[in-house]
């Protein structure tokens, strides 16, 4: 009896040889598997919008595109088929409109997009990327998640500090900070920033100035900021020890109306979002 687990495994691995043998993936058709993603629901629950990402082998690249299905698996359409890639789909409050990022001018930027057909229509004109967002429930404002330089006090110091980065000849760093680079992504001394963003208005505000990564750099999840159901206030995740590198110390911080401060809600040693 004591051998059976063993003669088990001897013929599962038998098995697994013989199939391999017959039946090797190839890179080809590994590449060739559509990936489906960020799957949402419609406010009245009857639709439900998703990615589906294609690799190109020969161009070495992948898009993503947005697809729309019913809760029933019926009527499956494709939404987007912008040469350049679309994604985060967020249905807007009234159900009316998709909201997505996509990088269809110099930077990728929140675009929209009436489920009845139509165009495309860009939603913000920002500098630089914006990575995130939120859509506030009433409609009328958005959340963004974008990586700035630290103390810009409007969106015309963020584009003159950016750009004189990225002209500057010399491409050396000085580190004086653990947390210099993030996995294999440079942080190139840019902090990640939370900022309202009024539709009718386009008007925009750094909700969180400073060298703080807000929402933070690691341990991060899909809800790091958000809006409350009566879109007075907001609630954001944020890392304030002095080294992030060492930390773990993710805490929720809340934004009252026009309030300038936010205050801090969690306060468990812990990662907290």
């Known amino acids: 009896m004591k051998s059976t687990p063993l003669f088990l495994l001897m013929i599962v691995f038998a098995v697994s040889v013989s199939f391999a043998g017959s039946n090797n993936l ?85 675009w929209k997009l009436n489920l009845n057909g139509g165009e495309a229509i860009q939603v913000t004109d920002v500098y630089g990327d914006v990575e995130a967002f939120v859509v506030s429930p009433d409609g009328k404002q958005l959340l963004l998640q974008r990586s700035v330089p630290p103390d810009c006090p ?27 680079r993030h996995w294999n992504s440079w942080l190139e001394g840019k902090y990640i920033h939370l900022f309202l963003y009024t539709i009718e208005s386009k008007t925009i505000k750094d909700l969180t100035p400073g060298p703080v990564h807000s929402p933070p750099i690691a341990l991060g999840s899909s809800q790091d900021f958000t809006f409350s159901p009566d879109s007075k206030e907001i609630a954001f995740a944020s890392n304030h020890d002095k080294q992030i590198a060492v930390s773990t110390n993710n805490d929720v911080f809340i934004l009252n109306g026009g309030s300038e401060k936010a205050f801090q809600i969690s306060t468990s040693p812990g990662n907290d979002n």
């Open 154 to 180: 409007d969106e015309a110091s963020i584009k003159e500090k950016s750009e004189a980065q990225a002209n500057n000849p010399v491409k050396a760093r000085v580190i004086d900070n653990l947390m210099y």
């Open 26 to 110: 190839q890179f080809e058709t590994f590449f060739s598997v559509d990936r489906l993603g960020t799957p949402v629901v419609s406010p009245d629950g009857n639709l439900v919008a998703f990615t589906v990402t294609k690799a190109n082998i020969s161009e070495n690249s992948y898009s993503t595109q947005i697809w729309l299905v019913d809760r029933s698996g019926n009527n499956l359409r494709q939404l987007t088929t912008h040469t350049a890639s679309s994604g985060s789909p967020v249905f807007s409050p009234d159900g009316k409109f998709i909201y997505f990022t996509s990088k269809r001018t110099d930077a990728s930027q929140v």
